[in-house]
């Protein structure tokens, strides 16, 4: 069975009332997005913990990021497009049999597309930089920090040194850059990871960088003890927010662009949906995609 919260209400007789909701132990970059971009989309997603049908370009993202690592596994010098293609064959063949990707039930015509799709990205990755004079000291790195009663996670994709032997972080991207005016929004997720840096290993960086294989454009950005402070200060006022939005249950639709890419607008209520619905046809719809897709093992 999928894993989903418990939807249940509890008694709010007390003066100090129960959350409706069981509040979120932790916080990562994407939660703290998903939450200020939709607070009720953020209910579905990470209060609820739904399922949500694969989709291709995050299962692409998801490919590419692999074959970018095991890339970075090899020595300098053997980093060359043909390992790049290797590898990214071998994480093709790692996706053969998850659900992610098996989930998108693509044809024959779907699979080349996707991997062509896939080629695409990594050819653009070469034209970025030269992987043979990356210094990287740590692939897919797991960081967590306490703050006050709530941990702050994230996975960093690249850390490295520069050449003055100063931590550099690095994210690839393989969806759109965004224009002018998102910029500084998309760095904030990577401004994340800078507070991680200096709370887990006791230093800032001193670059961070999106990396994005689309375009072949790069975002670079210098952390400052002001970014940082921000960053713990926005992340608090977020989750306080999250306290407040799990035991009122006052998780707000919030109407954008995003909409279009939302995999529970049918049960969101700007869409005039019910959301009280959604723990159980999301779950059956998930169950029902599983058994049609076959055993993936
Ligand atoms: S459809 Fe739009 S408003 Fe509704 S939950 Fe999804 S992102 Fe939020």
Known sequence: MTDVADTSTVSTGA?????LWPIPSSLSPSRVSSFTSCPMQFRFSSVQRLPEPPGVAATRGSVVHRALELLFELPNDD????ALSATLDRA?????TDPDYVGLQLDDAGEASFRKDCDKLIEKYFQMEDPTRIRDIGLEVRMAAEVGSLELRGIIDRLELDEQGELVVTDYKTGRAPSGRYEQKSLAGVHFYSFLCEAV?????AKIRLMYLSNGETIETVPSQQSVRFINTRTNAVWKAVERACTTGDFRPNQSKLCDWCSFQQWCPAFGGNPDLAATEAVAAHEARLAAAGPTQ
């Open 15 to 19: 003066e100090d009332p129960l959350p």
């Open 79 to 82: 980093r060359t497009p043909d």
């Open 201 to 205: 290993l006791g230093k800032r960086p």
């Open 92 to 96: 093709l063949e790692e996706y053969a």
